[in-house]
């Protein structure tokens, strides 16, 4: 189960920079927002990506999140997922939307498109909690 301190920290709108592996075993980094349901981590994706041909040949996946603290020491503070991906198909444009209200603002209309396509959900299914902050100790 997530601790509260990672729900809480996502549910303030950080962008995620979602790491896969290429097929050669080179990382992939992407920037995407995220959020939570059934206690996976969840990123909608309208169109076909590199980071979903990355998930779907290998699941491992990490997200790195920087929170804009600065903790007493002066070190910034962090957080890092990682966890096992896997890739369900339509969701995308309705996920987008709601996290577009923590992101862009309560009145936002997003994707702006007419009929958006059904896209994909990626979930992940977090296996370790690492970083600098509130989660610290949680490490899996």
Known sequence: MLPTTVRDFIGTGPIAHLVTLRADG??????????????????GTLFDQPKLRDIRRDPRVTLSFVTGVRNAMGLDEYLVLDGRARITEGGAADLLQRLAHVYLGPDVRFPPMPDPPAGFVTRIAVDRVSGLGPWKGNEG
């Open 26 to 43: 080179s990382p992939h980094i992407s920037l995407a927002w995220v959020g939570i349901e059934d206690d996976e981590v969840v990123i």
